[in-house]
């Protein structure tokens, strides 16, 4: 079984940073695609930064530039580190492990970011 379990949301203003972090509990966790996904009230959930095992990375155009994830394979843990923050941030952000190219096999909780003056 495999649980995930994300910290580091809260509340930031325009043009700031954010850190999220994601523990992974479970075997394999080097051999998972991970990524974050976020979702906003009234909105699909969509995805904002992909690792892949090999550590290959891919982000979308609303997120490059901007986030950057990372995978700690000892520590089993992810990070989104988040710059430049808008108000179109806000959002729940979910960590998810799998083994597509959109890893959606597990899922965390969720935690919130929110972005406002």
């Known amino acids: 079984q495999v649980h995930l379990v994300e910290s580091g949301g809260g509340l930031v203003h325009p043009g700031g940073s954010l850190k999220l972090s994601c523990v992974v509990s479970?075997?394999?966790?080097?051999?998972?695609?991970m990524a974050w996904y976020r979702q906003a009230p009234g909105k699909q959930r969509e995805v904002v930064a992909v690792i892949m095992p090999a550590q290959t990375t891919y982000y979308p155009s609303a997120t490059k530039g901007r986030f950057t994830i990372s995978r700690d394979n000892p520590n089993k843990t992810i990070y989104l580190q988040m710059n430049n923050l808008t108000p179109e941030d806000t959002a729940v952000y979910y960590c998810s492990a799998g083994r597509g190219v959109l890893p959606s096999d597990y899922w965390g909780q969720g935690t919130q970011v929110t972005v406002s003056s």
């Open positions: 479970g075997d394999s966790f080097s051999s998972y695609a």
